[in-house]
Structure formats: structure tokens, C-alpha cells
């Protein structure tokens, strides 16, 4: 690891309850989400409006914590890693995994990228925006943050892509689902797509914010839902490659966050392989190029313990693989992330593991 000391393309923060009270339009502040000590638990718990029950904690901060101590209920806010939510410790929790700088994304945020209440969730996501501004102040050449929207109308997310930038944040986090009646491969979001591109802020979707479809139940026992999570991902990029977008966009540039890699092979085969034999009767317009040409080109995956995508790279365009930790959530590899990295890296060439761990991630995001 001494010879790259890699960025985080996915980490995150866990939102203190002061993030919406303080920073959300007043006319919402009664409603803002909040914490709330629950007497069953013995802990606290989130509420967010339109989620129908409070959430416990403690997976939202669990990196580090043996796995028979990853519970979701029984922490107080205080027990949490203190830098989830207040910056003059985060650099000290980079400096202790051996990462040189992380780009953040929300915690109850991708939860309230589900909510169905358009006006609730555009003044949740404008405080956060807000607070997140003051939290990547503390260290803007190492902590870099990444807006939010809710998408009501394409011109408003015009605007919030502009507000975004002038707050100093390097991309955009997408709900799954826009607050228009039309989804993002209708002709109608191109606009936005090119405020995108000339704002210079690529878009990005995190697992968990499709959880209508994706996320909160799957067959069988509860942990094959963890198997499901990715999925919500993997409709978008399909959306957005058979829908046209990157055959009218081919600068626009798209982050799959925390969905892992290793699958991209066997879905780029599938994607070509879906076109060319079924989509005269299943329906899609005709393509300048092959599905895959646009997923190798546009698409950039996050993940952070992935060996099979490691495993890949000479199947997987290497230029769009970002490394990343996930903390402080319960998949992260904090604080192991030096000798996780330097196990799983082991077999890549000087370039590859430079490009995948650092580079990549930099110049996606314009960093200096």
C-alpha cells in the first residue's frame, strides 16, 4: 500500500440530528426528521416522515465491530464513530485505513431518496445539502461531498445541479425514481443531462434508493435481501443504455455506488446479447453501438471488498473501477482496508492498481 494511497469513491456520513432541524426550511421544521430514544431498544432511533417505522443505528455505524456485534437496534447517536458527523475527527479515521481523501454520501439520505412526499423530500435533501457544506469545509482538499436532489421537474434540477455546484460539491446523488410522470431515459431529461455535463458533475445512484422495488425484503430468510440490494442499480444502467441516453450523451458519466463490480462481465454480455436477439420484439430503439460499448464507457461501479471484480479487470474497463470503503457503514472495510486492498491487488499491474485505487476517482471528479 505504500506506493498508492488510495481515494475513497463511496463513503459516508451517518446525519446528526441537527443536519435537518437546524438547516431545513422552516416551514418544514416541525416535520424534520429526528431522533428519538427508544425505551425497547435501549437505544435511539431515527424517524423520517413517510418511513413507517423508526430505524435503529447501529449498521449505520458499524465499521469495525466483530460481526456477531452488528445488530440494527441498541445504540445511542453518541456510541457512533465520531467522525460520521462531525469533521474535525474524520481525518483521523482516513489517516488510521490509510486513505489519502473520500467522497461522501448520505446515510438517512438514501432513505429519504424513497419517500413519495416530493415537497418533504426536496427540503430534507436542500438541509442536508447545507449541512454537508459545512461538514467537507473542515478539510475541502481531502473530504469531498456530493449533493443531493429530488428531481420534481427536470428545470428544478437544473437548478439544484447549479446550487450544487456553488456549494462546492464535486457530483450529484440521484433518487432511483425522478418526481416527474417520466423516467430518466425519456428525451425530456436531456437538459439535465447536459447541465450535468457542462456543470462538470457526474451523476451517481447508491444501492437502497429504489427500495420500492429493491432493498427492504426479499424471499426466504432476511439476509438474502442483502442479495437484492443491487439490483436497483443494474435497472438503471439498463435503462439508461437501452433508453438511449449515451447514444444522445456520450459525455455523460454515471456512478453505480456500493453495487459491487464483480457482475459486470457476465451483464455487459447480457446486455449485447439481449439486444441482438431480443429487441425487435421486446422493444428498443436501434443503438449506434453495442450496449457494452456504453456501459465500458459511461459507467463507473464503486465497491470495496470485491475480489471477483479484482479478478475481472481484463473484462471490466479498468479506467472505471473506483475503490471504495463504505464507511462508517456495516460493509466497510475500515479499518482493514490497507491489507484487504493489499491482498485483493496483489496479482494487478503498477497501472491497474493506480488507476483503480486513485486515479480513476480523480479524474472523474476533476480533482487537483
Not at 500500500?1 to 418544514?28: G, L, N, R, T, Y
Not at 486513505?99 to 431518496?113: D, H, K, N, Q
Not at 457542462?198 to 445512484?205: E, G, N, T, V
Request: glycine fraction near 6%; charge should be negative; hydrophobic fraction near 35%.
Amino acid at each position: 500500500m505504500s506506493d498508492v494511497k488510495p481515494i475513497s469513491a463511496d463513503s459516508h456520513i451517518v446525519e446528526p440530528p441537527q443536519c435537518f432541524a437546524d438547516f431545513i426550511d422552516p416551514a418544514f421544521r416541525e416535520r424534520a426528521p429526528h431522533l428519538i430514544d427508544d425505551p425497547d431498544s435501549g437505544g435511539d432511533k431515527y424517524v423520517v416522515e413517510g418511513i413507517p417505522k423508526p430505524f435503529g443505528l447501529n449498521t449505520l455505524a458499524a465499521a469495525g465491530k466483530a460481526p456477531e456485534d452488528i445488530t440494527i437496534d441498541g445504540d445511542k447517536f453518541g456510541a457512533l464513530h465520531r467522525s460520521g458527523w462531525d469533521p474535525k475527527y474524520r481525518l483521523a479515521d482516513m489517516d488510521k485505513d490509510g486513505v489519502a481523501a473520500e467522497f461522501i454520501y448520505p446515510t438517512v439520505g438514501m432513505l429519504i431518496c424513497n419517500l413519495d412526499d416530493l415537497d418533504y423530500k426536496n427540503a430534507c435533501m436542500h438541509a442536508y445539502n447545507r449541512w454537508l457544506e459545512t461538514y467537507c469545509a473542515e478539510a475541502p482538499d481531502r473530504i469531498y461531498g456530493l449533493g443531493q436532489t429530488a428531481v420534481r421537474s427536470v428545470d428544478e434540477a437544473i437548478e439544484d445541479f447549479r446550487r450544487i455546484k456553488e456549494l462546492g460539491f464535486k457530483g450529484v446523488m440521484m433518487p432511483g425514481y425522478p418526481g416527474t410522470e417520466f423516467d430518466y431515459d425519456d428525451p425530456r431529461f436531456d437538459p439535465l443531462w447536459d447541465a450535468s455535463i457542462d456543470l462538470r458533475l457526474p451523476i451517481s445512484f447508491h444501492i437502497l434508493t429504489t427500495a420500492k422495488d429493491y432493498g427492504f425484503g426479499a424471499r426466504g430468510p432476511k439476509l438474502n435481501g442483502f442479495m437484492a440490494i443491487i439490483r436497483g442499480c443494474q435497472d438503471i444502467i439498463g435503462m439508461f443504455v437501452y433508453g438511449g441516453v449515451f447514444a444522445r450523451k456520450p459525455k455523460l458519466k454515471l456512478v453505480c455506488a456500493e453495487a459491487d463490480a464483480g457482475w459486470a462481465p457476465h451483464y455487459m454480455y447480457r446486455l449485447d446479447h439481449a439486444y441482438k436477439r431480443h429487441r425487435f420484439w421486446q422493444k428498443c430503439d436501434e443503438l449506434p453501438e453495442l450496449p457494452s460499448t456504453y456501459f465500458n464507457e459511461n459507467i463507473y461501479i464503486t465497491f470495496q471488498d470485491d475480489y471477483s471484480a479484482l479478478q475481472a479487470v481484463d473484462r471490466i474497463n479498468p479506467r472505471r473501477l473506483m475503490w471504495a470503503s463504505d464507511f462508517p457503514h456495516s460493509d466497510s472495510t475500515w479499518p482493514w482496508s490497507e491489507e484487504i486492498i493489499a491482498e485483493q491487488t496483489a496479482h494487478l499491474t503498477p497501472d491497474q492498481k493506480q488507476r483503480i485505487l486513485r486515479d480513476n476517482v480523480s479524474e472523474l471528479y476533476d480533482l487537483n
